[in-house]
């Protein structure tokens, strides 16, 4: 399984939600900014807890909280999937509804 099949779900249930509530570019840039608000606060919640450690040369981190490690820092990985979704949002609105910038989301 991709990685990152859980975003691509989760862009997919959101996109489809928005298509079927949106009527005018405005309630658009509504949606895609909450939605990416959303995002981001669930990004924050899951790096709740983790620190970085070290084990002789070797760097990995460490979630207080559910006593998970990874060698991978889960910063990176949070971030790496609030881009996909961007980018996923980004080309379903430049496909579906042509040149709204995402500025227009009130991100900027």
Same mark, same amino acid.
């Given at each position: 399984?991709?990685?990152?099949?859980?975003?691509?779900? !989760?862009?997919?249930?959101?996109?489809?939600?928005?298509?079927?509530?949106?009527?005018?570019?405005?309630?658009?840039?509504?949606?895609?900014?909450?939605?990416?608000?959303?995002?981001?606060?669930?990004?924050?919640?899951?790096?709740?807890?983790?620190? !970085?450690?070290?084990?002789?040369?070797?760097? #990995?981190? #460490?979630?207080?909280?559910?006593?998970?490690?990874?060698?991978?820092?889960?910063?990176?990985?949070? !971030?790496?999937?609030?881009?996909? !979704?961007?980018?996923?949002?980004?080309?379903?609105?430049?496909?579906?509804?042509?040149?709204?910038?995402?500025?227009?989301?009130?991100?900027?």
């Amino acid at each position: 399984e991709h990685p990152l099949m859980d975003v691509f779900l !989760q862009v997919l249930d959101a996109v489809m939600q928005i298509i079927h509530d949106c009527l005018s570019a405005s309630d658009l840039a509504s949606a895609l900014s909450a939605h990416l608000r959303c995002a981001d606060e669930e990004a924050v919640r899951a790096l709740e807890g983790w620190s !970085q450690q070290e084990q002789g040369d070797s760097q #990995y981190f #460490y979630n207080a909280f559910t006593g998970e490690s990874s060698w991978e820092n889960p910063a990176e990985v949070a !971030q790496h999937k609030l881009h996909a !979704q961007y980018w996923l949002l980004a080309h379903f609105v430049q496909h579906f509804y042509g040149d709204m910038t995402p500025c227009a989301w009130s991100l900027c």
